[in-house]
């Protein structure tokens, strides 16, 4: 099979390999999939820049790509849920990623049915977003009828947290472009505030909960929104000792995030709120859940801004770092 291969880290980005492997074989637990369609995120970039190495430290060499669509060829042992045919969805599992290449054999429990009404390149551009979004609030523990903030919405993020964040019947708050308003609020957003034109943290106050996708400079103005006792979850700040602990790291892990966010953690405890970093993880059950909120009646919006081949792979992660998509870039097989 063809792959897209990471041979070493390299802080100004490297370009993959596009190699000959073998097909896996499928562990007992496993299940053997052919991909139909990956999706390249900055994720994928971060990895390449070794960015991400203190929360997953990968073995070179590792075949890149993080969230698929493809279809089932076989089933290990133990592995119950699918059979051969099947259409699934899902994000790689965190410690053996494997998206950028023709076939990968990937643990069943990270893995969803595809909505009947996705395509396979549709469907690689929802996991990452979508377990991002269901991950936040799990840690949120949001109830209907609260508040959420999710900040710098008008992306690819904002466009799925939304839509989730009404079907989980939460009153949802944004800011960014005004050019992107009427699409923001048509996803389900109750009030849109133009940066260009006002700050959020003179628009917005005792906001229940608050989704981060700013990072270390919005941090102050997002606790200031955020009521007392509210629950901040970022993806861009650092990790904290509470997120270590939350994914099993080891103490001398937990320690060091413990101190590397500690910054955040203090800004949070002036008013009793949380701060929590979060790194999305495979999970199956999630993505199943997304299914059942958004049916055929109620469909997930998908945007697709180019599709390359595995070939061309390393023009697709250019096209990611250089940024200002209107869509996720896709590779297909």
């Known amino acids: 099979m063809k792959a897209a291969v990471l041979t070493h880290y390299d802080k100004k980005g490297t370009s993959l390999d596009v190699q000959n492997l073998p097909i896996p074989v499928p562990e007992s637990e496993e299940v053997l999939v ?12 971060m990895i390449i820049r070794r960015e991400v190495k203190l929360i997953v430290p990968y073995k070179m060499p590792l075949i890149m790509g993080n969230e698929f669509a493809g279809v089932v060829e076989k089933t290990g042992k133990t592995a119950a849920h699918f059979k051969p045919g099947d259409r699934v969805y899902g994000r790689m599992p965190l410690k053996k990623i ?12 990270a893995l969803a049915a595809i909505p009947d009404y996705l395509s396979y390149e549709e469907a690689a551009t929802v996991p990452l977003t979508a377990l991002t979004a269901m991950q936040a609030f799990e840690i949120m523990q949001v109830k209907t009828g609260e508040s959420v903030f999710v900040s710098g919405g008008t992306g690819s993020l904002g466009a799925m947290a939304i839509p ?27 009030k ?6 006002k700050n959020y943290a003179d628009v917005l106050a005792d906001v229940d909960h608050v989704l981060d ?34 994914i099993g790291m080891p103490l001398f ?5 413990q101190i590397a966010g500690s910054k955040y953690d203090k800004m ?32 997930l919006e998908t945007s697709i801004d180019s599709v390359f081949s595995l ?21 297909t097989m």
Do not use: C, M, W
């Not at 079907?167 to 960014?176: C, E, M, P, S």
């Not at 405890?269 to 999970?283: C, G, R």
């Not at 990611?320 to 870039?329: C, D, E, I, N």
């Open 253 to 257: 892990k937990r320690a060091l995030f």
């Open 192 to 197: 849109f505030i133009d940066y260009r034109k």
């Open 268 to 299: 949070a405890a002036v008013k009793d709120q949380t701060y929590d970093f979060l790194f999305v993880q495979e999970n199956g059950y999630q993505l199943e859940r997304i299914g059942r909120l958004f049916d055929k009646g109620h469909p």
């Open 213 to 246: 996708t700013l990072g270390d400079s919005e941090l102050p103005n997002e606790f200031r929104v955020l009521k007392k006792g509210g629950s901040l979850v970022s993806l861009r700040g650092l990790p904290n000792g509470r997120f270590a602990k939350r």
């Open 311 to 331: 070939d061309q792979i390393n023009e697709a992660l250019a096209k990611v770092k250089r940024g200002q998509s209107k869509g996720k870039t896709i590779i």
């Open 98 to 109: 494997g998206a950028f290449a023709e076939y990968a054999a990937v643990k069943e429990s």
């Open 164 to 190: 989730v964040a009404r079907r989980l019947g939460l009153h949802v708050y944004t800011n960014g472009n005004g050019e992107n308003e009427e699409r923001v609020i048509r996803l389900g957003a109750e």
């Open 34 to 45: 052919r991909i139909k369609a990956a999706a390249v995120n900055p994720l994928d970039n």
